[in-house]
């Protein structure tokens, strides 16, 4: 009886103490400046996320970029996100030094700078 | 395969919850709703049936919580569905997904398995339901972090 006890409460504790992994808001990020500048090789965009993979320096990168309701407001289209365009995202990397990923606070296309986070600029 | 998948995904369904700004996410909420009327009522009624709580009956605990896991697992389902034909392609292919699925698969095909089973018949039962079902629950969180 005790033992079912003691294995019922430790896998409720198992469940409560995963690691609490990065993904959604600016906890796994650097909060730092961080500026990357290179040619989209790939786009997903919309829910749940907007990934952008990005080729610079010979390095692969992946950019997280806004759901549709923020691009459409800081004015980018998914047209602008066309693969071999040149772009330059402005964001916080991952803490991670190992981890190619930024996620942006803006982007500049063609010298026009479209921001997602202006309250974060 | 992959061509199905692909294809689910171009629905207009799909692309407009890929889209949407405030239903995604309201999906996403009832998904999360549905899985903790399911989860939270198998728990407590697995240990009803188990024996560490005492409170009422079995029989009582199983009329009050069956009902609702029930409606929590059909919420959980229709809403998971439409979460996953946005993006059918990679889910289908992650293997935390993968896992998911058989879990939730096993633990529906033993429920119904026992489900006509009187609760003195059901403590084993319920001590493999109540670690197969938060066992889908990790893995489910985990396809967000592969």
Not at chain 1, 22 to 30: L, P, S
Not at chain 2, 84 to 103: M, S
Not at chain 2, 128 to 138: C, K, N, R, T, Y
Request: neutral net charge.
């Amino acid at each position: 009886m005790h033992l079912i006890k003691y294995a019922v409460l430790s896998l409720l504790l198992a469940v409560v103490a995963l690691p609490a992994l990065a993904h959604h808001g600016w906890r796994w990020t650097d909060s730092g400046d961080f500026e990357l500048t290179g040619v989209i090789a790939d786009a997903r965009l919309g829910n749940p996320h907007g990934i952008v993979t990005i080729t610079a320096n010979g390095e692969t990168w992946t950019a997280e970029v806004g759901q549709p309701w923020r691009n459409e407001r800081a004015g980018l289209t998914d047209a602008m996100f066309a693969t071999g365009t040149e772009l330059t995202i402005l964001g916080e990397r991952s803490a991670d030094p190992a981890q190619l990923v930024v996620k942006a606070e803006a982007i500049i296309i063609a010298g026009e700078t479209y921001l997602l986070y202006p309250e974060r600029m | 395969m992959t061509e199905f998948f692909a294809a689910i995904e171009a629905t207009t369904l799909a692309e407009y919850l890929r889209r949407s700004r405030w239903v995604y996410p309201l999906i996403n909420a009832s998904h999360i709703l549905g899985i903790a009327l399911l989860v939270g009522t198998i728990v407590a009624m697995n240990l009803r049936l188990i024996g560490i709580t005492r409170l009422s009956s079995p029989d009582d605990a199983i009329i009050l919580l069956r009902p609702v896991a029930i409606a929590g697992l059909l919420i959980a389902l229709i809403t998971g569905a439409l979460l996953f034909i946005v993006q059918a392609t990679e889910y289908a292919a992650n293997r935390w997904f993968q896992v998911k699925l058989l879990l939730i698969i096993s633990a529906i095909a033993h429920a119904m398995w026992h489900i006509r089973l009187p609760p003195e018949r059901l403590r084993l039962a319920a001590t493999v339901s109540l670690i197969i079902w938060p066992a889908a629950l990790i893995c489910g969180r985990m396809i967000a972090y592969s």
